[in-house]
Structure formats: structure tokens, C-alpha cells
């Protein structure tokens, strides 16, 4: 990896700058603070989407005023491409018990939606009060299952984008701000 002018060469290919961390802490901020006033008076789990979601939810709970449990559970990712490999594995379970509860699932990114239509068929087995799904981005132009998300934090064209949580290689998900490949 090298560094130009704010530009990444990653094995050749340029990423260039896309959403600052100032854009991306504060539309965080207004989503938090929409959750709060949105399940007042409740107290919901998050439920992180492992690897990419944890920076994002670290974040995002932070700007949650309102008393909320946390978890996790992992899915196959798409290992070193850029490309959906078209299907999805559960690699780690839940703890927590969700029937009866509110919940709100946490994703990085929703591309192609094939993750989030898994993650509504696994809970479909369960009885949760309530489930919405908070994504930080979201690629309409990609969308091929019909799936709802309740909470968007920026729509983004199809490209393959990193940092931020967002890996290339398992990589660069510490970078503060969002890369994308330029094309
Ligand atoms: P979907 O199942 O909606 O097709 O894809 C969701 C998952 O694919 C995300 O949780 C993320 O792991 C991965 N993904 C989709 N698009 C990108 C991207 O542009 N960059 C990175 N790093 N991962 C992506």
C-alpha cells in the first residue's frame, strides 16, 4: 500500500477519497440519535454483523441515549474478492435470547441484500418483538433481493469501497475514512 496525495495504491489499483470521518461520525450521530428517539422507552440489542459492522457500531451505540444491549454474529465474507461469492454461511452464533426482544441488526454495507435476506430468514425462526436493520451504506444499483432497511446512512454507487471497517484482503478496516475504487 502506498499513500499519494491522499489517493491508496493497493497491488495497483487506485482508491481514491470518498466520505471523509467528519461526514461519516456525523450522519452516525444523526442516526443514533433518530434510534433514541425512535425506540424511547425501550431497550433493544444491536446485533453486529462481524467483521465489517464493529466500527460502525461501536460508533453508532454512542450516539444511543437510550440503555441497549449489545451482540454479534458472523457470516462468511467474501473472503479475497471483490465479488459476492453468491452465498452466505453463519460462522458465529448469537448468545443472547432474542425472543420477545426489539432488535436491530447492524451492517457495514448492503450490496446485493443476499446477507440481509439470510439474516431475516434465520430470525424468522425466532420470535423477536421487532427487527429493523440499520446499514451505514447501501448500493441501490446492486439490490437484487427485496429487502428493507430501516436505517441508511449513505446510498453509494456500485464500487468496491474500503476503510472505515470495510476490508480489501482483511485488510484497511482501520482507516477513519471510506476509500473507493476508481474506476
Ligand atoms: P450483500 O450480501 O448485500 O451482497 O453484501 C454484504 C456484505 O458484502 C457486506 O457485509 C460486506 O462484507 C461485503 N461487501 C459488499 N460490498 C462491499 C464493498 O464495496 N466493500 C467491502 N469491503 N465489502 C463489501
Given at each position: ?161 474500503i476503510?472505515?471497517g470495510l ?17
Open positions: 500500500m502506498s499513500e499519494q496525495n491522499d489517493k491508496l495504491i493497493i497491488n495497483g489499483e487506485k482508491f481514491i477519497p470518498f466520505l471523509s470521518s467528519r461526514e461519516i461520525q456525523s450522519r452516525v450521530k444523526e442516526l443514533g440519535e433518530e434510534i433514541s428517539r425512535d425506540y424511547r422507552g425501550k431497550v433493544p440489542i444491536f446485533i453486529g454483523v462481524l467483521n465489517g459492522a464493529f466500527i460502525f457500531m461501536s460508533d453508532l451505540i454512542k450516539n444511543v441515549d437510550i440503555e441497549c444491549e449489545i451482540d454479534f454474529f458472523k457470516l462468511s465474507s467474501y473472503g479475497d474478492s471483490k465479488i459476492s461469492s453468491g452465498n452466505v454461511k453463519l460462522l458465529k452464533e448469537l448468545n443472547c435470547d432474542v425472543n420477545g426482544r426489539d432488535i436491530i441488526i447492524v451492517e457495514d454495507i448492503v450490496d446485493t441484500g443476499l446477507s440481509i435476506k439470510y439474516i431475516e430468514e434465520l430470525f424468522s425462526k425466532h420470535t423477536p418483538k421487532s427487527m429493523k436493520v440499520v446499514s451505514l451504506l447501501v448500493k441501490p444499483e446492486s439490490l437484487k433481493y427485496d429487502v428493507k432497511i430501516d436505517y441508511i446512512g449513505f446510498r453509494i454507487p456500485s464500487q468496491f469501497v476503510g472505515y476490508d480489501y484482503q482483511q485488510k484497511y478496516r482501520n482507516l477513519t475514512s471510506i476509500y473507493i475504487l476508481s474506476e
